[in-house]
Nanobody, 115 residues
Framework: QVQLVESGGGLVQPGGSLRLSCAAS????????MGWYRQFPGKQRELVGS???????NYADTVKGRFTISRDGAKNTVYLEIVSLKPEDTAVYYC?????????WGQGTQVTVSS
């Protein structure tokens, strides 16, 4: 069974930075894509960005410039780095992976931006 496990969320002050991790139980290069979503209270999950097997990253317009997705193949881990955090970035962040036609989600990690 494929598992995605996020970590790295927490309480951060405005202007701070954070790096979220998503550890996969399978080789991350076996995924058609891996990415991050976020969900605001009372809203549907929205795409933050995704990473193709070749390493190309695509981002939602709302996060371009502050969010960076990267990966470490040796650790089967995908990262989401966020800088210049704003209170409106407060959300639950989910790792997503698509592999052999199946979609997988992590359990989510809460990011709260507040002073």
């Amino acid at each position: 069974q494929v598992q995605l496990v996020e970590s790295g969320g927490g309480l951060v002050q405005p202007g701070g930075s954070l790096r979220l991790s998503c550890a996969a139980s399978r080789n991350i290069f076996s995924f058609n894509s891996m990415g991050w979503y976020r969900q605001f209270p009372g809203k549907q999950r929205e795409l933050v960005g995704s990473l193709t097997p070749t390493g190309s990253a695509n981002y939602a317009d709302t996060v371009k410039g502050r969010f960076t997705i990267s990966r470490d193949g040796a650790k089967n881990t995908v990262y989401l780095e966020i800088v210049s955090l704003k209170p409106e970035d407060t959300a639950v962040y989910y790792c997503n992976g698509i592999r052999f036609g199946n979609t997988y989600w992590g359990q989510g990690t809460q990011v709260t931006v507040s002073s």
